[in-house]
């Protein structure tokens, strides 16, 4: 099959090379002329785990190809996906559609005959029907199908998701297009990967059904957190005793500062927001938006509680910046807001993520970075583990302790059992325990 990815993002780089290692002709597209650049000397634009060994196989392989010129990639392509941004709209919470749209206006200019136009990128109920109206009215000579199929890869674990999924989602009633996508997803299809034919409205709304779905465990077990810390229970035995029942299940169950990156934030609130369109309200996914929200102004509350009376002219080590580890994403990061609430009161802030730093700096100039944890550490009145990284699962506490000015550590994602921490001579501070 020929494929053609617009998008050489996150979702669309990840699906490209995923899609060219199942034997499939693909081609990136993207506007960006420095990352198809980048992408044809081999640099990845992002960092996802397998990801730059994946692409170099297969463009050697000469199954994957970058260009920046969308018409000759689109010319004869069996599928063409749609995989460019939709982030937030600034002012309403409305996913932004206009990047989607234009990728449309140009595939109708480029095409030549019969299509499959496959959005991938996260959309709200309806954008299909735009995207057909929009291929229709400029190109009413040529039978075009569009389909939705929604991506659920996580950040860090991409590549393992695309390649073994729960499920595949996909959303038409077309024939021909049914077949073309069957024959995309044969590789999976033949491992017995279930495939889910839906209408097309429905499989968009499947995508932020099941983010809201998700977000709400995260928020729920949080909030549970804090009642445990009010009546002296332990989350993680809470977690363990409610996620054992298989109607609940284990995953996302983990108390800790709050969900973010690229996915959570705006998907729940693209979901309100087509909520209150089509007046259907969603009162559970508003309050776990408010309550996220919260939750993360509160970790600031809390690092600055362990700091004592006075925090300010004190240093917090932040160990952990992005939203979770294996990725660089800063966005959303519960980072942000916990360095901004110890910034207002006047405490110096050093930090250290393996993989976040260039795109933290952008976004937190005035922040101290350092070169491991323990240079962050050094002279720091508290250590604060934000994000779990591996190499922040086994610390030297007594070379830590030996470059603190005090031995506090408030662990925000319950990396460490207290006995551990508590013996190597730190005060320990965790969440929901």
């Given at each position: 099959?020929?494929?053609?990815?617009?998008?050489?993002?996150?979702?669309?780089?990840?699906?490209?090379?995923?899609?060219?290692?199942?034997?499939?002709?693909?081609?990136?597209?993207?506007?960006?002329?420095?990352?198809?650049?980048?992408?044809?000397?081999?640099?990845?634009?992002?960092?996802?785990?397998?990801?730059?060994?994946?692409?170099?196989?297969?463009?050697?392989?000469?199954?994957?190809?970058?260009?920046?010129?969308?018409?000759?990639?689109?010319?004869?392509?069996?599928?063409?996906?749609?995989?460019?941004?939709?982030?937030?709209?600034?002012?309403?919470?409305?996913?932004?559609?206009?990047?989607?749209?234009?990728?449309?206006?140009?595939?109708?200019?480029?095409?030549?005959?019969?299509?499959?136009?496959?959005?991938?990128?996260?959309?709200?109920?309806?954008?299909?029907?735009r995207v057909e109206a929009i291929l229709r009215e400029k190109r009413p000579d040529l039978?075009?199908?569009?389909?939705?199929?929604?991506?659920?890869?996580?950040?860090?674990?991409?590549?393992?998701?695309?390649?073994?999924?729960?499920?595949?989602?996909?959303?038409?009633?077309?024939?021909?297009?049914?077949?073309?996508?069957?024959?995309?997803?044969?590789?999976?299809?033949?491992?017995?990967?279930?495939?889910?034919?839906?209408?097309?409205?429905?499989?968009?709304?499947?995508?932020?059904?099941?983010?809201?779905?998700?977000?709400?465990?995260?928020?729920?077990?949080?909030?549970?957190?804090?009642?445990?810390?009010?009546?002296?229970?332990?989350?993680?035995?809470?977690?363990?005793?409610?996620?054992?029942?298989?109607?609940?299940?284990?995953?996302?169950?983990?108390?800790?500062?709050?969900?973010?990156?690229?996915?959570?934030?705006?998907?729940?609130?693209?979901?309100?927001?087509?909520?209150?369109?089509?007046?259907?309200?969603?009162?559970?996914?508003?309050?776990?938006?408010?309550?996220?929200?919260?939750?993360?102004?509160?970790?600031?509350?809390?690092?600055?509680?362990?700091?004592?009376?006075?925090?300010?002219?004190?240093?917090?080590?932040?160990?952990?910046?992005?939203?979770?580890?294996?990725?660089?994403?800063?966005?959303?990061?519960?980072?942000?807001?916990?360095?901004?609430?110890?910034?207002?009161?006047?405490?110096?802030?050093?930090?250290?993520?393996?993989?976040?730093?260039?795109?933290?700096?952008?976004?937190?100039?005035?922040?101290?970075?350092?070169?491991?944890?323990?240079?962050?550490?050094?002279?720091?009145?508290?250590?604060?583990?934000?994000?779990?990284?591996?190499?922040?699962?086994?610390?030297?506490?007594?070379?830590?302790?030996?470059?603190?000015?005090?031995?506090?550590?408030?662990?925000?994602?319950?990396?460490?059992?207290?006995?551990?921490?508590?013996?190597?001579?730190?005060?320990?501070?965790?969440?929901?325990?």
């Amino acid at each position: 099959m020929r494929i053609t990815m617009i998008g050489s993002g996150y979702v669309g780089l990840v699906s490209g090379a995923c899609f060219s290692d199942f034997g499939h002709q693909v081609v990136c597209v993207d506007k960006d002329a420095d990352k198809i650049a980048a992408l044809n000397a081999g640099r990845m634009p992002i960092f996802e785990p397998g990801l730059a060994a994946l692409v170099a196989a297969n463009v050697a392989a000469g199954r994957l190809s970058f260009t920046t010129d969308l018409a000759p990639a689109v010319d004869g392509a069996d599928a063409i996906f749609i995989a460019v941004g939709t982030p937030s709209r600034r002012g309403d919470g409305h996913a932004d559609l206009s990047y989607v749209f234009a990728a449309t206006e140009e595939i109708a200019d480029a095409l030549t005959g019969p299509s499959v136009v496959v959005t991938k990128s996260t959309v709200p109920v309806g954008t299909g029907d735009r995207v057909e109206a929009i291929l229709r009215e400029k190109r009413p000579d040529l039978d075009t199908a569009v389909v939705s199929n929604p991506e659920f890869l996580r950040e860090g674990a991409a590549i393992g998701d695309f390649k073994r999924p729960d499920r595949i989602v996909i959303g038409t009633e077309d024939a021909r297009a049914q077949a073309v996508m069957q024959a995309v997803y044969r590789p999976l299809y033949l491992n017995e990967s279930p495939i889910l034919f839906t209408g097309r409205r429905t499989s968009e709304l499947i995508k932020y059904a099941a983010n809201a779905f998700l977000a709400t465990k995260i928020t729920f077990i949080n909030e549970i957190a804090d009642l445990c810390e009010a009546v002296g229970a332990d989350v993680q035995d809470v977690s363990r005793g409610i996620g054992l029942d298989n109607r609940i299940g284990r995953k996302f169950l983990h108390a800790g500062p709050g969900y973010g990156g690229s996915c959570f934030p705006k998907d729940t609130l693209a979901l309100l927001k087509t909520a209150e369109d089509f007046d259907a309200p969603q009162r559970i996914v508003e309050a776990v938006v408010q309550v996220n929200d919260s939750r993360k102004r509160a970790m600031g509350r809390k690092v600055l509680a362990a700091l004592g009376d006075e925090p300010r002219g004190k240093t917090v080590a932040l160990l952990g910046l992005t939203f979770k580890p294996n990725t660089d994403d800063m966005r959303d990061a519960p980072a942000l807001a916990i360095a901004t609430a110890l910034g207002d009161a006047g405490v110096n802030v050093r930090a250290y993520d393996p993989e976040g730093m260039v795109a933290a700096k952008a976004m937190m100039p005035d922040l101290h970075y350092a070169r491991d944890a323990y240079e962050a550490a050094d002279g720091a009145d508290a250590v604060v583990i934000v994000t779990e990284w591996d190499v922040f699962r086994a610390l030297d506490f007594r070379r830590l302790k030996a470059v603190m000015a005090a031995p506090v550590m408030v662990d925000l994602r319950n990396v460490y059992r207290r006995e551990t921490v508590e013996g190597a001579g730190f005060t320990y501070l965790a969440v929901g325990r």
